[in-house]
């Protein structure tokens, strides 16, 4: 099975890296391991935590020993099926039709996919799956074996487009802000906290609502903000008490983030996404079907497992 990262933050040499230290708990003898250097490791390892934007070991004075936070110990078996679904499939020959590219955001691959990939592969061991990060939910269709989870529909004539679900976006902080700075109860009292923003982004207003873009983002020059790339920068920075941010609160309870929904009478947007994939591919090739039908199946595991009910139902193709 073939990973493409196009633009993605994951890397599996520091994955394999993270890994190996948390199995022998040194950098020597996880190089030993892995057959390079005890300062690629730390180099590896120094990557994959600040990527991932929590600590994940703690280096023990007295041993030298590396010990795992609960963070590490928590995304590990996750970590750990990716690279094994790599390892098994890496040298099988598939053909075209067997190929699928799964592109979609960090969230969305993190948190409703790739924790699932097993299940995938239990239906059907000969489907060869590419997995392609975008940061933007919205994308250039160019390989017709690609599937996309996105929130635009502009191409109807080539895609299908099966209803995912949709967002709700709601402003969150950390228990720790909200007692040194408050609630914000309306949109001029919200204007005096600062505010986490996703940097060049195309629509500003899936980040904060079209209620709070149009009256008072876009015409404030004063207002005080992080503007900050990664989604997942912009979790850790929220936990830790740096501003107030925009999620829905379905992928951060899948993300178990540590924040209380504030100022709960603003009005955002809901982000409807949807499943595209070429109709030519959908209709030729039973591996894009069942990639579909994964794809909801693993929704429905993720929302049941947060109490949570997708807004759009979906009958398998």
Not at 160 to 187: C, M, R, V
Not at 304 to 315: G, H, I, Q, R, V
Request: glycine residues 4%; aromatic residues 12%.
């Amino acid at each position: 099975m073939n990973f493409n990262t196009k633009n993605s933050t994951f890397n599996f040499q520091e994955a394999r890296v993270f890994l190996s230290v948390l199995e022998y708990g040194t950098t020597s003898a996880a190089a030993e391991s892995l057959d390079i250097s005890a300062s690629m490791v730390n180099t590896y390892l120094s990557r994959f935590e600040k990527k991932y934007g929590k600590k994940l070991f703690i280096r023990s004075r007295r041993t030298g020993k590396f010990i795992p936070t609960d963070e590490a110990s928590k995304i590990s078996k996750n970590v750990q099926n990716v690279l094994q679904q790599i390892e098994i499939l890496y040298a099988k020959e598939e053909q075209d039709s067997n190929t699928v590219t799964v592109t979609s955001t960090l969230s969305i691959l993190e948190y409703y996919l790739c924790p699932y990939l097993n299940n995938l592969f239990d239906k059907d061991k000969n489907i060869s799956l590419n997995i392609n990060q975008n940061e933007s939910l919205s994308f250039d269709y160019n390989p017709i074996n690609e599937i996309v989870i996105t929130c635009f529909t502009d191409n109807p004539d080539t895609y299908e487009y099966f209803p995912y679900h949709s967002f709700k976006q709601k402003l969150w902080a950390s228990l720790d802000y909200i007692n040194k700075y408050g609630d914000p109860t309306n949109l001029e009292k919200l204007l005096e906290h600062t505010l986490l923003l996703r940097k060049n982004v195309d629509e500003p207003r899936t980040l904060f609502g079209s209620e709070y873009i149009k009256t008072k983002l876009i015409k404030n020059k004063s207002i005080k903000a992080f503007e900050i790339n990664s989604s997942r920068l912009i979790d850790y920075m929220c936990e830790k008490g740096w501003g107030i941010m925009s999620g829905a609160e379905e992928t951060l309870k899948l993300g178990n983030v540590n924040v209380k929904n504030v100022f709960p009478n603003f009005k955002g947007d809901s982000i409807d996404l949807y499943v595209a994939v070429n109709k030519d591919f959908l209709d030729k090739s039973s591996a894009a079907r069942t990639v579909v039908n994964w794809i909801f199946e693993s929704r429905n595991i993720c929302f049941d497992s947060a109490n949570l009910t997708p807004s759009f139902s979906y009958t398998p193709i």
